[in-house]
């Protein structure tokens, strides 16, 4: 048995605004090590990964020359259950940063009660350089390498950045050929057509929008009353403000990487949606005042949702943000040195691995419905993740007040107190 009590483990590290995303994670996982009084042991066991394996990824171009990518899988926790996570294609993936986000999944997972560990992988490539055919043939050769790590009840991937239900099949179709068998479950955010679940496309967003509703509550602000600024117009940002319009919030602004636009009044988000789909970006779009992406996230609103990349909210714009309310759609949209600025101005921060925990959620669902052959109605779909979002939104908050600390740290003592609790019954085999 592995004692949590009697941690000789006391001070977290000083904080500093480093923006390596493994040490970001690190920070705050520290102060929530040191609150629950972590036995070292089992500190040093959350904080490395399980596996961390590099694949070599040689591909026969269209003229004939070979090419060699890095491709990457994470399993940073496997005591809850399969390991969860995305994938990505992109020229900056490094180990390190599937380290952090193969982390932050575990920590999702354990936050969401989903039986779950947490993953992550890529392939170090430019897909905008390389050809449908030639990002089929890096799909199924690193499929084909991680052969022995994938499966239903092992290892789950999904997409991530640059990756799409597209390659979710192919990821399927390789492994399904290897197994001799038609095998849905080993990966999720596939097309409908192939076992897919209706609403996975905007569940990260309409998660978003359940807990900013829930921490509207808790600070007094009623949807008809309130103001809401989007950073980022993708997946998550156009579908969190779709919904909190639909709800009665006011959206008075929006961006995306061309830069961003403000309106008292209100932005017109179907026009902007339709002026997104025959321009790509918002740049000329003229439903409100230009402003620049720094400005925007200090505009005066209530609601803030930065829902594009990391690190927006640092400590040289912190102090000047002017919501009430953050609610983190994005992975990792603030850094470490930001938080207790945030804190200090009574800022409610839901924190990124509550947020936008929508999207493995029902990744999940689609696990479920996969294994058991039977697919649920979109109604089904979107109501149980309600249910899910709104518990884990109230048990982060009451951790939170318990322990006396921002909703992150509640929403991290929440999943390590989990995880190390499941990882004290099980034992360690040796
Ligand atoms: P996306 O590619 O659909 O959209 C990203 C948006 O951000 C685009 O509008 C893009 O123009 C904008 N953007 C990019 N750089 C920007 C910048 N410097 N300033 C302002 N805007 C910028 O991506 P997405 O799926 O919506 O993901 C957004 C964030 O949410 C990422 O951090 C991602 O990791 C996170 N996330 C997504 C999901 C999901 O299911 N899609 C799940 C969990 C977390």
Redesign the pocket.
């Known amino acids: 048995m592995i004692p949590l009590q009697n941690s000789v483990y006391k001070e977290p590290a000083p904080i500093v605004d480093r923006e390596n995303p493994f040490e970001s994670m690190m920070q705050r996982f520290d102060v929530a090590a040191h609150l629950l009084n972590l036995e070292p042991g089992v500190y040093e066991y959350l904080k490395t990964p399980v596996k961390q394996i590099v694949v070599s990824i040689p591909i026969a171009m269209d003229n004939g020359e070979i090419k060699v990518f890095e491709g990457y899988r994470v399993i940073h926790n496997d005591i809850l259950g399969p390991s969860k996570g ?1 994938i990505r294609y992109s020229p900056d993936v490094t180990l390190d940063e599937m380290k952090a986000l193969a982390a932050w999944m575990t920590w999702k997972c354990a936050i969401m009660n989903i039986p779950f560990g947490g993953a992550k992988g890529g392939v170090r490539c430019d897909p905008s350089k390389l050809t449908m055919l030639q990002i089929e043939k890096i799909t199924r050769r690193y499929t084909a390498n991680l052969l022995e790590i994938l499966g239903p009840d092992r290892d789950v991937p999904a ?3 640059n990756t799409n239900e597209q390659i979710m099949a192919w990821i399927m179709d390789t492994y399904s050929m290897h197994m001799k068998r038609t095998e849905t479950a080993v990966v999720t955010g596939k097309p409908l057509i192939l076992g897919g679940s209706l609403g996975r496309k905007e ?3 309409r998660g978003c929008m359940m807990v900013t509703l829930a921490a509207m509550e808790r600070a007094g602000l009623k949807p008809k009353e309130t103001t809401v600024v989007v ?8 579908t969190t403000a779709m919904l909190l319009k639909e709800q009665g919030c006011k959206v008075v602004g929006i ?4 830069g ?1 636009y403000y309106n008292k009044k209100g932005i017109d988000l179907q026009r902007a949606l339709e002026w997104i789909t025959g321009n790509k ?1 918002l740049a000329g779009f003229s439903g409100g005042e230009s402003v620049s ?1 720094e400005e925007l996230l200090e505009l005066p609103c209530d609601v803030l949702v930065p ?4 690190d ?1 909210i640092t400590r040289r714009n912190a102090a000047k943000i002017k919501a009430k309310i953050i609610c983190e ?5 603030t850094t470490a040195k930001a938080d207790p600025i945030l804190q200090e101005m009574g800022i409610l921060v839901v924190p ?1 691995i509550l947020a ?5 959620t029902v990744s999940y669902f689609e696990w479920v419905q996969d294994r058991i052959g039977y697919f649920w109605s979109l109604e089904r779909v979107n109501r149980r993740l309600e249910r899910m979002m709104k518990a884990s939104f109230d048990a982060v908050y009451e951790n939170a007040t318990r322990y006396n600390v921002s909703l992150r740290i509640g929403a991290y003592i929440l999943a390590i107190d989990k995880v190390a609790k499941t990882l004290k019954m099980r034992g360690i085999y040796a």
């Open positions: 995305g997409p991530d950045m569940a990260t967003g950073q980022g117009f993708g997946n998550v940002g156009s961006s995306d990487i061309a961003g970006t992406n829902a594009a990349k990391e927006q759609g994005a992975n990792g949209p990124d936008n925990a929508g999207g493995v």
